[in-house]
């Protein structure tokens, strides 16, 4: 019932950057915390950066001044600006949607879409 498309992943060089957006579609009801996630190998999940709708954001410690998050409401889409990218950067990105229904709260994901950096 709700899809969230990913795009903007790619290889690039160290200090370049990238642009990821993810739309969502489908039954959207009221979205509450956008945010997105990413994985590298051998490694957990870790949560990036996150803004609530009213703009509220926040950031893991390592990409904190290299990256920004935002949103469009109007089009249901997160954004997240990925400037002077390390190679520790490298991993699936994944956005993450939390959508309230009533009294409930579901979280929605992303397919994922590769980040490389490197020379």
């Known amino acids: 019932q709700v899809q969230l498309v990913e795009s903007g992943g790619g290889l690039v060089q160290p200090g370049g950057s990238l642009r990821l957006s993810c739309a969502a579609s489908?039954?959207?009801?009221?979205?509450?915390?956008m945010g997105w996630y990413r994985q590298a190998p051998g490694k957990q999940r870790e949560l990036v950066a996150t803004i609530t709708r009213g703009g509220s954001t926040n950031y893991v410690d390592s990409v904190k001044g290299r990256f920004t998050i935002s949103r469009d409401n109007a089009k249901n889409t997160v954004y997240l600006q990925m400037n002077s990218l390390k190679p520790e950067d490298t991993a699936v990105y994944y956005c993450n949607v939390q959508m309230l229904v009533i009294a409930s709260a579901y979280d929605y994901w992303g397919q994922g879409t590769q980040v490389t950096v490197s020379s």
């Open positions: 489908g039954r959207i009801f009221s979205i509450n915390v």
